[in-house]
């Protein structure tokens, strides 16, 4: 069994384009097509549908996938024990964030990432959804978010702190809350997703749900709207501490902090070793974020 060929296949699985994974690798569509014919008949299986819109694997080859990775990551392991080969990244690492902290915190530092690793290519993809990193052939995921799924490897690359905001406009016309309680009389702008703000109190953590009349799925956007006026909100330090700083917004309720788990959170699948681009890209952000964000200081 060629290795060079598992390498493709296993491309081939996170791109669903064999000319997107041939290029990666330095091969021409029709070699790549080549190749996978021969892994093919090497096991005498068909491991991928083939059609003109769309590359998909078979239930065997979906079988195959986790063997061919563990084959190919227990290779390289054991050539770099004994100073064979690199880990050098290279090919294209494919990342999935959230919309407004990709914008703010990731773009701004893959110029300086890439020139650290001039043999690797980035595919970043920006959603506020939480997509499937398998299906959607994702080498890596930054979240913002609590964890659920086992599945993933979690890696935390910064801290994610919460607090109650609003313009100074908006406290001069409607005045402060004292409170967590006081916010049920104030209006509020809700970032879809975030059900009921949740309080650290002396007597334990205190739930309120804010009855808000404006409601918003993307987090800068919640803010520009907080900055406008339009209320209390709930908004990340890495999100408005521009604003906070300029003056455009306020922390209230600094007595009561924001209850939250929730962190920046680099996730890979657990079915994988960690690769060497991986790796790099994790590497490099934690640099990058520091001990303490730049955005807390």
């Known amino acids: 069994m060629n290795n060079d060929h598992l390498r ?6 996170s791109t669903q384009n064999i000319s997107m994974a041939g290029n990666d690798l330095g091969l021409s569509p029709a070699v790549a097509s080549m190749h996978l014919n021969k892994l093919e008949e090497s096991l005498g299986i068909k491991l991928i549908h083939r059609t003109t819109r769309k590359v998909s694997l078979t239930e065997e080859g979906r079988e195959f996938l986790p063997h061919a990775e563990e084959v190919l990551n227990a290779v390289d392991s054991a050539k770099a024990s004994v100073g064979v080969g690199s880990f050098t990244p290279q090919g294209t690492i494919r990342i999935t964030a959230p919309s407004s902290f990709g914008r703010m915190h990731i773009v701004p530092a893959l110029k300086e990432f890439v020139k650290a690793h001039p ?3 980035v595919d970043l993809r920006q959603s506020d959804s939480i997509v499937d990193m398998v299906e959607g052939g994702f080498d890596i995921a930054i979240r913002n978010a609590s964890l659920t799924d086992s599945s993933l490897i979690a890696r935390k690359l910064a801290t994610d702190k919460r607090i109650i905001c609003a ?5 001069k016309q409607f005045g402060e809350p004292k409170t967590p309680s006081d916010i049920v009389n104030h209006q509020t702008i809700k970032l879809i997703g975030i059900d009921h703000w949740d309080f650290d109190t002396p007597e334990g953590v205190q739930k309120i749900k804010p009855q808000s009349t404006i409601r918003i799925d993307n987090g800068e956007s919640v803010r520009d709207a907080c900055i406008d006026g339009g209320g209390l909100t709930i908004c990340s330090i890495w999100c408005a501490y521009k604003a906070l700083n300029n003056g455009q917004l306020v922390q209230v309720l600094k007595d009561y ?4 788990d929730t962190a920046i959170w680099a996730v890979y699948p657990s079915s994988r070793l960690l690769a060497p681009k991986v790796r790099a890209f994790i590497d490099y952000f934690l640099k990058y974020y520091g001990d303490k964000p730049y955005w807390e200081s």
């Open 167 to 171: 313009s100074p406009d908006y406290i």
């Open 119 to 121: 043999q690797l290519k």
């Open 257 to 260: 902090p924001v209850h939250s």
């Open 8 to 13: 493709l296949f296993v491309r081939v699985a």
